[in-house]
């Protein structure tokens, strides 16, 4: 389930007016922070059914952090199921370190040192066709289809769901407490948040950019397709000053990127001279085309 969803699933109807409204419009300070509780709380608990149905019972965080526990435990446990097409041991490694490696291209050799890059492969060949991981390519934007300059070779992973990623990646109860998402294991919360949500708004594959010349290498994020228009996406705490790689990419050799949406703690705030748009954290499903997605 999405951020959106976990709204509609508890009945908040006026939550969801509020975070799906394009453009968006500032809620306000007191709505604006129950808001971002509101995502806190789902980067902790998730989208899992069980999970979800648990926390809005009243259960303790504790108790879903089990319930994650056991998710993954029961997707470890399948693994032998397909012994023949990939190395159990290989698909556990590769599981945890996709974890870990949330926010930063992925090597294969780090996936799983100890194993081939034949196995590797096979193994996250595997998660991904059975959608436990998702793979997030590098593409050049050139223009439309996206996938037309992707370079597969080139990638970072997101996990299924937030609440297994946090348990994979030893988030505890105790930082449940912590208010500052984009803080948490250096912003790599945020980012599978922004990244979960952007696959459910774009309905399939997406993708970040990446350049690697020398003495001066770039990456943004995401990239976003909206209304047939291009948006880069970045996750960031900082000011405008400090988005190198998005202003880069913006006044570059992509003239036909519309702008940059950056998702940050702050509210909603436009930048015309800059093209940018600062943008909360539970606006990420709705900017990046969730809303024209689901009533096209």
């Known amino acids: 389930m999405t951020f959106v969803e976990t709204l509609w699933a508890a009945g908040n109807d006026a939550a969801v007016r509020t975070v799906t409204a394009m453009p968006p419009v ?27 149905a648990a926390w809005q019972e009243g259960r ?31 698909m556990d490694q590769v599981l945890v370190a996709a974890a870990e490696s949330v926010g930063s291209q992925v090597k294969y050799s780090r996936l799983a040192p100890d194993f081939s890059g034949p196995q590797i492969k096979a193994a996250l060949e595997l998660l991904t066709r059975a959608r436990i991981l998702r793979r997030v390519v590098s593409t050049n ?12 070779s080139r990638f ?15 988030v505890t109860p105790a930082e449940f407490m912590r208010r500052d998402l984009l803080a948490i294991h250096r912003g790599a919360m945020a980012e599978q948040f922004v990244g979960q949500e952007i ?3 774009q309905g399939g594959q997406i993708y970040y ?12 994020d995401y990239l976003a397709v909206c209304d047939g228009r291009i948006y880069a996406v970045e996750v960031k705490s900082g ?58």
């Open 239 to 296: 000011p405008a000053g400090k988005l190198r790689s998005l202003h880069m990419l913006l006044s570059g050799e992509y003239p036909n990127i519309a702008g940059g949406l950056v998702f940050q703690d702050g509210s909603h705030a436009d930048l015309p001279d800059q093209r940018l748009t600062f943008l909360p954290l539970y606006n990420a499903w709705a900017a990046t085309g969730g809303v024209v997605q689901r009533y096209q």
């Open 156 to 170: 970072k992973l997101l996990l299924v769901d937030i609440g297994l990623w946090q348990h994979l990646r030893g």
């Open 60 to 90: 303790r965080i504790a108790d879903v952090f089990d319930i994650h526990a056991a998710l993954c435990a029961s997707l470890r446990d399948d693994f032998g199921k397909y012994s023949t097409r990939a190395n159990p041991r290989v």
């Open 26 to 52: 500032d809620p306000g300070a007191a709505v604006h922070t129950f808001l971002m509780d509101e995502v806190r709380r789902y980067c902790f608990v998730g989208g899992m059914p069980e999970a979800v």
């Open 209 to 220: 950019w990446s350049r690697d010349a020398r003495g001066s290498s770039a990456e943004v």
């Open 141 to 152: 934007p050139s223009g439309l289809p996206l996938g037309a300059g992707a370079r597969e």
């Open 199 to 201: 696959a459910a708004s």
